[in-house]
């Protein structure tokens, strides 16, 4: 014994008034004086998969909301609200701004370009999307628009100057004529009027250097690349199907706006919808095709990344089967 005290012959309390003893020797961290501010946002927003040889990576742009039963037409009362809710998605619903951006071997392709500034704060982030891709805005070749709105050619500009710098714009002709003449602008409401100053001033850079190209008819654009007009969301909207090795992809642009609710119920359309008997008819022929051939299907305002197929889920009515996420694509 060397006159300490045997641990074993110890009390409780001589134990606390040992350690009590010892804790004017002992450094006792301080708690934090604040927790860590939170930083907000979200990665630049890409996902890769490949259809045959073909590279195909999904870029956001942004998040819009907006009042979707306010804005669906055909609607009964509270139906759209309704469906949301069964996904558990509130009013106003938050739609997506995809686009997709195709690595052909001998192209680089971008389909649609999001809304640049036009939506403001909720676009915009093509340019990083496209960066963290591991691409560059210059070195896309083709750019292929479904339609003129907005939200899919607002991207060929961004702060007031032009983004693609080689990149040849490729539209319909029946589109790029109709939202190019302000004549055209007493044959569309209150909401859609604004589009044309706004889609003339994007693309205008690109017609004075001579790489805006309309194109007429259904012949393939590029090898594997093929248009599909489907007129009626706008005067020329357009399809692109991407095939090789036997497998295929429709871009399909507006097809659909609101998944949870015209999946279930096709027949419901939106104030944004040019000719709404038309886009029904082709939103309607576009999922049962999709359907029938086993397509893949990128869509602008589908949850991100956008990819997925259609099933049948009764008489006129389907749903969505997701790309299921893989760091193996």
């Given at each position: 014994?060397?006159?300490?005290?045997?641990?074993?012959?110890?009390?409780?309390?001589?134990?606390?008034?040992?350690?009590?003893?010892?804790?004017?020797?002992?450094?006792?961290?301080?708690?934090?004086?604040?927790?860590?501010?939170?930083?907000?946002?979200?990665?630049?927003?890409?996902?890769?998969?490949?259809?045959?040889?073909?590279?195909?990576?999904?870029?956001?742009?942004?998040?819009?909301?907006?009042?979707?039963?306010k804005f669906a037409i055909g609607a009964k009362p509270g139906q759209v609200n309704?469906?949301?809710?069964?996904?558990?998605?509130?009013?106003?619903?938050?739609?997506?701004?995809?686009?997709?951006?195709?690595?052909?071997?001998?192209?680089?392709?971008?389909?649609?370009?999001?809304?640049?500034?036009?939506?403001?704060?909720?676009?915009?982030?093509?340019?990083?999307?496209?960066?963290?891709?591991?691409?560059?805005?210059?070195?896309?070749?083709?750019?292929?628009?479904?339609?003129?709105?907005?939200?899919?050619?607002?991207?060929?500009?961004?702060?007031?100057?032009?983004?693609?710098?080689?990149?040849?714009?490729?539209?319909?002709?029946r589109d790029a004529d109709f939202w190019l003449d302000d004549r055209n602008q007493?044959?569309?409401?209150?909401?859609?009027?604004?589009?044309?100053?706004?889609?003339?001033?994007?693309?205008?850079?690109?017609?004075?250097?001579?790489?805006?190209?309309?194109?007429?008819?259904?012949?393939?654009?590029?090898?594997?690349?093929?248009?599909?007009?489907?007129?009626?969301?706008?005067?020329?909207?357009?399809?692109?199907?991407?095939?090789?090795?036997?497998?295929?992809?429709?871009?399909?642009?507006?097809?659909?706006?609101?998944?949870?609710?015209?999946?279930?119920?096709?027949?419901?359309?939106?104030?944004?919808?040019?000719?709404?008997?038309?886009?029904?008819?082709?939103?309607?022929?576009?999922?049962?095709?999709?359907?029938?051939?086993?397509?893949?299907?990128?869509g602008a305002h589908i949850s991100f990344p956008g990819i997925g197929h259609v099933?049948?889920?009764?008489?006129?009515?389907?749903?969505?089967?997701?790309?299921?996420?893989?760091?193996?694509?």
């Open positions: 014994m060397s006159g300490g005290i045997p641990h074993r012959l110890m009390g409780a309390a001589a134990i606390v008034a040992v350690v009590a003893g010892s804790a004017a020797t002992i450094a006792i961290p301080s708690p934090a004086t604040a927790a860590a501010p939170a930083v907000g946002g979200q990665a630049p927003g890409y996902y890769r998969m490949h259809v045959g040889k073909f590279e195909v990576t999904a870029l956001l742009d942004g998040t819009h909301p907006f009042q979707a039963e309704a469906l949301l809710a069964d996904q558990a998605l509130p009013s106003p619903f938050e739609g997506m701004i995809n686009a997709f951006l195709v690595n052909m071997g001998d192209k680089l392709v971008l389909i649609d370009t999001g809304a640049g500034n036009l939506y403001g704060k909720d676009g915009g982030g093509l340019v990083s999307a496209i960066k963290a891709a591991g691409y560059s805005p210059d070195q896309v070749d083709d750019i292929f628009i479904t339609h003129l709105h907005e939200d899919h050619a607002g991207g060929l500009m961004l702060d007031g100057k032009p983004v693609f710098a080689n990149a040849i714009v490729h539209v319909s002709k007493s044959k569309v409401g209150p909401l859609l009027k604004p589009f044309f100053p706004a889609i003339q001033k994007v693309v205008a850079p690109y017609v004075a250097a001579g790489r805006f190209r309309p194109f007429v008819g259904d012949s393939p654009l590029l090898p594997g690349i093929i248009p599909i007009p489907a007129p009626g969301h706008t005067p020329g909207h357009t399809y692109y199907l991407l095939q090789d090795g036997g497998q295929s992809i429709l871009f399909w642009g507006d097809t659909v706006h609101m998944l949870p609710v015209q999946l279930p119920d096709p027949k419901i359309a939106i104030e944004y919808d040019w000719n709404v008997p038309m886009a029904i008819a082709a939103r309607e022929k576009a999922l049962a095709l999709a359907t029938r051939n086993g397509w893949w299907v990128a099933r049948a889920a009764g008489v006129g009515s389907y749903r969505w089967v997701p790309a299921n996420y893989s760091l193996n694509r």
